[in-house]
Structures are given as structure tokens and as C-alpha cells.
């Protein structure tokens, strides 16, 4: 199928970050540039940890868009990222969005998404960066990742793959266009880690065993807190234990 959105490609071998290279630069790109990078030497997470990933084996890539949107619908481009990268992969193993947006595969992190914005008085500039453990065999010293060849035995065609995970998002995107936010939260609620499951989460350096509802439409958790009634929290918040 045919992508929804025009598509500018820039490939390099090596770089510090890709979503750094977009910041960087965002004036001076078109929406839809994306960058795909064999090695990154300074990838990062959600919360600022480094993203370790082997070269030219897994997806490094970030995606330039310019939603001009209201900044409390920010959240929303977490949710259709995440979504679209489940889409891509859960025909081929059963996989879950763990809040606010990794992909999990049997309990072990399988993809990390971080999304950076600049704001105005609207969201002027979105920078989405996407590292996917594909064909990655062995993670020292992490023993909660895994990757989609770990997990299938299956080796995968970088490029195709891409491909689908962009398409997916476009997707995603033109339904955020057409307001249609009923359906983009559907798709993420419905494939939640945890939602519904009494687990554990820590919570100002204490335990409390929980059960995730929900999320809010602008990006918080929703959690049944033992003894203690619903509550909603921010990222950095609360943590879940698993």
C-alpha cells in the first residue's frame, strides 16, 4: 500500500542521536523527513537513559512532523506511535504497549518510542524517534530486553519493516487529522500491558500493589491503588514493577 504522506529519506551510517539531528534542524526540513541511522552513539529513552542498540541489525530512526495542534492533544502522537508500531508487529508475536509507550513481548522490552516536541502556543514541531530490537540476538546486562528474532527465530528485513511502521503511522496520523480520538485511544487501551491485572508499582519509594484502568486523554495512567482509590499519575510518578 502506498504511503498517505510525501516522504523525504535520509540515511546515515553513524550519528549522536537521530531525534537530536532533527531538533536540530527542523526549520530546515519538510514534514516527513526521517532519518534512519545504522549506529547511534548517543540514543536515548523515554526518561533520558541511554538506548543501546547493535549496528545495522535493529530500527534507529526518527520522523519530523509538524502537527500545528493544541498542546493538550500532545499526547495523542504518543498514542499513534505506539499504536502503529504494535500494529506492525502483532501479526507476528503478541506483543502490548506498556504506558506511555514501549512495546513489550513477553514481559521484556522490545521497542522504546520518545517523542519530542517544540511548542508555541501550539505544538509547532513533533520529532519521533523509534529504536525497535529487530535482529539482535544477545542484550548484556539486560535481562528485560529482547527483540522480534528472539522472539520468533524469524530474520527481518529492515527496510520492509520500516516501511510498515511508517505507514502505520501515517495512518494513525491522518486519523488524528480528522479528530478521530476515540479511535486512536480505543486501539491503545485495548492493548495496554497490565491493564486490568493486579501488579506492583513503586510510588515514592514505596510498593503498592495496583491495577492499571486506563489513561487520560492527555497522557496520565489511571490506577486502582490498593486501599487508596483511583489515581492518576505522571510519567516519573509511578513506576510498574514487572
Not at 185 to 194: A, C, D, N
Request: proline share 2%.
Amino acid at each position: 500500500m502506498s504511503l498517505l504522506f510525501p516522504i523525504t529519506e535520509i540515511y546515515l551510517d553513524k550519528i549522536d542521536s537521530t531525534n537530536s539531528f532533527l531538533l536540530d534542524k527542523n526549520t530546515s526540513f519538510n514534514e516527513w523527513t526521517i532519518v534512519s541511522a545504522k549506529e547511534q552513539s548517543a540514543g536515548r529513552g523515554y526518561t533520558g537513559n541511554p538506548w543501546k542498540s547493535e549496528t545495522d541489525i535493529n530500527l534507529t530512526f526518527s520522523i519530523l512532523i509538524k502537527p500545528n495542534c493544541a498542546i493538550q492533544h500532545i499526547f495523542y502522537i504518543n498514542k499513534i506511535v505506539a499504536n502503529a508500531v504494535h500494529q506492525s508487529i502483532h501479526s507476528i508475536v503478541h506483543s502490548k504497549i506498556k504506558w506511555p509507550n514501549d512495546l513489550i513481548i513477553h514481559h521484556k522490552k522490545a521497542c522504546g518510542i520518545l517523542i519530542e516536541n517544540i511548542l508555541g502556543q501550539r505544538v509547532n514541531s513533533t520529532v519521533i524517534g523509534i529504536g525497535l530490537n529487530v535482529n539482535q540476538m544477545h542484550f548484556d546486562n539486560l535481562p528485560k530486553a529482547t527483540s522480534l528474532k528472539n522472539e520468533t527465530g524469524i530474520h527481518f528485513n529492515l527496510d520492509e519493516l520500516r516501511y510498515s511502521i511508517i505507514l502505520a503511522i501515517q495512518k494513525g496520523y491522518q486519523l488524528f487529522l480528522d479528530k478521530e480520538f476515540e479511535s486512536i485511544e480505543s486501539y491503545f487501551h485495548e492493548h495496554l500491558y497490565k491493564k486490568e491485572e493486579i501488579s506492583v508499582f513503586k510510588i515514592q519509594n514505596q510498593l503498592k500493589n495496583g491495577i492499571i484502568k486506563n489513561t487520560t486523554s492527555d497522557g496520565k495512567l489511571i490506577v486502582d491503588i490498593e486501599g487508596e482509590g483511583l489515581q492518576t499519575f505522571q510519567l516519573k510518578e509511578i513506576q510498574l514493577m514487572y
